[in-house]
């Protein structure tokens, strides 16, 4: 048998050499031998699957739409890094958490990701190349239109969606209803592959109704509970809301009741992130335990032992039992400059020129502060990492210390919204999936879901379970 050095797999796995040596101590690679204190590894060895801890408890599907790059997946299966600062012990005693290398372990969740989709080459090659190192079959993600996917599943009676699924997950597309953009909702002038709409009629498979279609697949699989991400701009677009959440409840013939929208702002979870966002979530009717149907079905106020949204953890007024929020700095420190990191996603970088302060994007972040929210942007709309004095930069250490004016790298927007270090996002594309540039990333990452935000819900919606659900 052929050995190879643990260096040698890290680099072949996009993993540190202390992971891979951890790896080797906890005997989950098989053949690896250790020889004058050096760990010795068989050149066939694959990345072992992600360990779980005993659950009594069955795993629960989740199917998940507009998936990009997975940040609501992996934020609901859990099992990644994040910076003690964002996390609150207080508050989430019942985590049980692992401390290693100054950074927390969050532990595996009982969901399980069995059908992802999205339109985007860049985001499934992204995707499957984490995911499949934790154990995820690469089968399972869909390049396709979720119209298409829809219609293929009914018109066709192609059996494509997996069976027996708990869960739904999925942020439609936002571009319709951002004060960011045109505001055009419902009325969109884009279709569902994100080309131009040539036609006068309204039809629901323009881009600003991908909800309908969401609400398709609900109606096909019908989970027990589903979960809708969209932009905050949707709660003040006239009737929007309301629309949704009416749609959304008729599915399967008044089958699903609806919680009231809420906005939920990353930054009260620990992600240091000014990014808010409209959640929807639904509950299947006849799923319900008998002894709670009519509690959650009646009007007025929702008691909050049976609330499905998590309880804020962060706070910048001091709320009881709450945390500060996390800072810019508090996640960003540690990482070497983009021209002494061998981080691929550390070394890149927008080198557009400043354009002044009247654009988008041409400001710096607070260091002290939380960060703003990552957009899905070009290179000339990512914030700086620090501005020059010229330009009024006041991160003033930094430039004392002779750094270079210059802009978020991937990897710092990338631990903004919450991804692991071990998440890699710039990839050569290999057989037939598309290579993920630097543009790639940044618009990957400006679309996703903080994962730590997102775990908080699964989180919440786990501990629930057994009080909505009769297992």
Same mark, same amino acid.
């Given at each position: 048998?052929?050995?190879?050095?643990?260096?040698?797999?890290?680099?072949?796995?996009?993993?540190?050499?202390?992971?891979?040596?951890?790896?080797?101590?906890?005997?989950?690679?098989?053949?690896?031998?250790?020889?004058?204190?050096?760990?010795?590894?068989?050149?066939?060895?694959?990345?072992?699957?992600?360990?779980?801890?005993?659950?009594?408890?069955?795993?629960?599907?989740?199917?998940?739409?507009?998936?990009?790059?997975?940040?609501?997946?992996?934020?609901?299966?859990?099992?990644?890094?994040?910076?003690?600062?964002?996390?609150?012990?207080?508050?989430?005693?019942?985590?049980?958490?692992?401390?290693?290398?100054?950074?927390?372990?969050?532990?595996?969740? #009982?969901? &399980?990701?069995?059908?992802?989709?999205?339109?985007?080459?860049?985001?499934?090659?992204?995707?499957?190349?984490?995911?499949?190192?934790?154990?995820?079959?690469?089968?399972?993600?869909?390049?396709?239109?979720?119209?298409?996917? +829809?219609? @293929?599943?009914?018109? =066709?009676?192609?059996?494509?969606?997996?069976?027996?699924?708990?869960?739904?997950?999925?942020?439609?597309?936002?571009?319709?209803?951002?004060?960011?953009?045109?505001?055009?909702?419902?009325?969109?002038?884009?279709?569902?592959?994100?080309?131009?709409?040539?036609?006068?009629?309204?039809?629901?498979?323009?881009?600003?109704?991908?909800?309908?279609?969401?609400? &398709?697949?609900?109606?096909?699989?019908?989970?027990?509970?589903?979960?809708?991400? =969209?932009?905050?701009?949707?709660?003040?677009?006239?009737?929007?809301?309301?629309?949704?959440?009416?749609?959304?409840?008729?599915?399967?013939? !008044?089958?699903?009741?609806?919680?009231?929208?809420?906005?939920?702002?990353?930054?009260?979870?620990?992600?240091?992130?000014?990014?808010? #966002?409209?959640?929807?979530?639904?509950?299947?009717?006849?799923? @319900?335990?008998?002894?709670?149907?009519?509690?959650?079905?009646? !009007?007025?106020?929702?008691?909050?032992?049976?609330?499905?949204?998590?309880?804020?953890?962060?706070? !910048? =007024?001091?709320?009881?039992?709450?945390?500060?929020?996390?800072?810019?700095?508090? +996640?960003?420190?540690?990482?070497?400059?983009?021209? !002494?990191?061998?981080?691929?996603?550390?070394?890149?970088?927008?080198?557009?020129?400043?354009?002044?302060?009247?654009?988008?994007?041409?400001?710096?972040?607070? @260091?002290?502060?939380?960060?703003?929210?990552?957009?899905?942007?070009?290179?000339?709309?990512?914030?700086?990492?620090?501005?020059?004095?010229?330009?009024?930069?006041?991160?003033?250490? &930094?430039?004392?210390?002779?750094?270079?004016?210059?802009?978020?790298?991937?990897?710092?927007?990338?631990?903004?919204?919450?991804?692991?270090?071990?998440?890699?996002?710039?990839?050569?594309?290999?057989?037939?999936?598309? =290579?993920?540039?630097?543009?790639?990333?940044?618009?990957?990452?400006?679309?996703?879901?903080?994962? @730590?935000?997102?775990?908080?819900?699964?989180?919440?919606?786990?501990?629930?379970?057994?009080?909505?659900?009769?297992?």
């Amino acid at each position: 048998m052929k050995y190879i050095s643990a260096l040698d797999k890290s680099r072949e796995w996009n993993v540190s050499p202390r992971r891979v040596q951890v790896l080797c101590k906890e005997g989950r690679i098989e053949g690896a031998i250790k020889q004058s204190g050096v760990w010795l590894i068989p050149s066939t060895s694959t990345y072992p699957a992600q360990k779980r801890k005993d659950i009594k408890q069955r795993n629960l599907k989740v199917l998940s739409l507009f998936s990009g790059c997975g940040g609501m997946d992996l934020g609901f299966e859990g099992g990644f890094e994040i910076f003690p600062s964002s996390f609150n012990e207080r508050l989430c005693k019942s985590w049980e958490i692992e401390k290693k290398d100054g950074k927390i372990f969050l532990p595996r969740t #009982r969901f &399980e990701t069995v059908f992802a989709n999205d339109i985007r080459p860049d985001a499934q090659t992204a995707w499957i190349n984490y995911f499949s190192k934790r154990g995820t079959s690469r089968e399972i993600y869909y390049l396709d239109s979720i119209v298409d996917i +829809v219609k @293929l599943h009914k018109d =066709n009676k192609i059996d494509i969606f997996p069976k027996d699924i708990d869960v739904v997950i999925g942020g439609f597309p936002c571009q319709d209803f951002s004060v960011a953009g045109k505001r055009l909702g419902f009325s969109s002038q884009k279709s569902h592959t994100g080309s131009e709409i040539k036609i006068e009629e309204p039809t629901t498979e323009n881009r600003g109704q991908l909800y309908i279609w969401m609400k &398709e697949v609900i109606e096909l699989v019908q989970p027990k509970i589903f979960f809708a991400e =969209n932009v905050k701009g949707l709660t003040n677009l006239g009737d929007v809301q309301k629309i949704i959440e009416s749609d959304f409840s008729s599915i399967c013939e !008044d089958g699903y009741h609806v919680f009231p929208a809420r906005v939920l702002l990353a930054a009260d979870y620990g992600v240091p992130q000014s990014r808010e #966002r409209v959640i929807f979530i639904g509950v299947k009717k006849s799923e @319900l335990r008998k002894d709670i149907t009519d509690i959650l079905l009646r !009007d007025g106020c929702l008691p909050p032992e049976l609330d499905p949204y998590p309880q804020q953890t962060h706070s !910048d =007024n001091g709320i009881l039992g709450t945390k500060p929020y996390c800072t810019t700095e508090q +996640v960003l420190s540690d990482l070497l400059e983009p021209e !002494d990191s061998k981080d691929k996603d550390q070394q890149s970088y927008s080198k557009a020129k400043f354009m002044g302060k009247h654009c988008q994007g041409q400001a710096e972040i607070n @260091l002290n502060k939380i960060g703003p929210t990552i957009r899905s942007e070009h290179h000339g709309n990512i914030e700086y990492r620090r501005l020059s004095l010229e330009n009024g930069g006041k991160n003033f250490k &930094e430039i004392e210390d002779g750094k270079k004016e210059r802009r978020l790298t991937v990897r710092e927007c990338a631990r903004i919204q919450t991804f692991p270090d071990d998440y890699i996002f710039i990839q050569p594309g290999e057989g037939h999936y598309k =290579n993920v540039s630097s543009s790639d990333a940044y618009k990957l990452i400006g679309n996703a879901v903080p994962p @730590l935000m997102a775990y908080h819900l699964a989180k919440r919606i786990e501990e629930l379970w057994s009080n909505y659900f009769a297992e």
